[in-house]
């Protein structure tokens, strides 16, 4: 028999962590009959009983993906990034939610660890307490998900994390293929999720790593980071897209309009009056756009500093009282 899950485990560039993603899910409690693990990689990587590796020339993420998706036997596929972690009962746990229950995506919890493998509890805390309220073992329906699509802005999403039903990605895999890495796992997540039942379990799965090396950094000279405004570009361009296929997207594509319309300006504060003023002006007749924008301003504003809050916050309701 064919294995039931496919873990697809995504390489570029580098062979630091691999071998232990890859350890940590041959060491799984499920019988090794039932799942396979499926590398795609762009650098030379040794044979491993048990592996199958697919050397790849495609150097994006959602390339990578597709290209592991179109290799793989299994009903269900579970993403395992390069230097994550398994715990040892996750596809055990995934197996058992995909016979007991008829949903598309199931998408666990993590923990935090730095380079060295270090809990990072604080972290974790932070998540818990913004993700709490969503998370259920029972499968949430797609009438309550798009009923409370407008929180969802609150529930980040981790590759790691993510088990779908390969026939529910399948018709969608020309959109994700060219995709980098910004913005996949909420891609995936809502492509899966469209019309379907999923399950957003509480239970602490996948070992997340928080690299202090490679994060981006959002100002270079005082000025926002070119790239940063190139993968924004490049995101709204995709939700635009999708948004023909997939309502989701066309209340996704607002919030990635505010912020590449932000990013316009080396003004953070004049720019986010200017995004404020145009994408009302969009939403203006749809109401529950512009309460889903309204989330948006609201949770945005609140990772400024606190002067700039405040004066954003009288201009903004000075502004809506007008509109």
């Known amino acids: 028999m064919p294995p039931y899950i496919s873990v697809i485990i995504p390489v570029y560039n580098r062979t630091q962590y691999v071998n232990e993603a890859i350890d ?92 060295k493998e270090n809990r990072i509890e604080d972290l974790e805390r932070k998540r818990e307490e913004t993700v709490r309220k969503y998370l259920r073992e029972e499968p949430m329906s797609y009438t309550f998900l798009k009923k409370n699509l407008i929180d969802k802005i609150k529930l980040s999403f981790n590759n790691s994390s993510i088990s779908f039903r390969k026939d529910t990605l399948s018709p969608y895999l020309d959109y994700i293929k060219g995709v980098k890495h910004l913005g996949l796992d909420t891609i995936i997540f809502f492509l899966t999720a469209y019309k379907n039942d999923i399950s957003l379990s509480s239970q602490k799965l996948t070992y997340y ?14 000025k926002i980071n070119d790239k940063i405004i190139r993968d924004n570009i490049e995101q709204y361009q995709l939700y635009d897209k999708l948004k023909e296929v997939n309502e989701f997207f066309k209340i996704i594509a607002y919030d990635s309009y505010l912020y590449m319309r932000i990013f316009e300006e080396e003004e953070y504060s004049t720019s986010f009056m200017k995004a404020l003023e145009s994408v009302l002006g969009i939403v203006r007749e749809d109401f529950r756009s512009a309460i889903r924008f309204y989330t948006s301003i609201r949770n945005l504003i609140a990772l400024l500093p606190k002067p700039i809050r405040k004066r954003l916050a009288v201009e903004i309701a000075k502004r809506i009282s007008l509109s």
């Not at 590796?53 to 390069?82: A, C, M, P, R």
């Not at 995909?98 to 998408?107: A, C, G, M, N, T």
Request: proline fraction near 2%; charge should be negative; avoid cysteine.
């Open 24 to 115: 940590s899910v041959l060491n799984q409690t499920l019988d090794k009959g039932k799942y396979e693990i499926v590398v795609v990689t762009n650098v030379d990587l040794p044979e491993r009983d048990g592996v199958k590796i697919i050397k790849s020339k495609d150097l994006t993420l959602g390339g990578k993906v597709v290209e592991g998706t179109l290799n793989s036997e299994g009903e269900v596929i579970s993403l395992l990034e390069d230097d994550d972690l398994f715990s040892p009962n996750k596809l055990e746990v995934v197996y058992n939610a995909f016979k007991r229950y008829s949903i598309s995506l199931f998408h666990n919890e993590m923990y935090f660890i730095d380079e």
């Open 209 to 222: 790593r928080v690299h202090t090396s490679n994060v981006s950094k959002f100002f270079v000279d005082g």
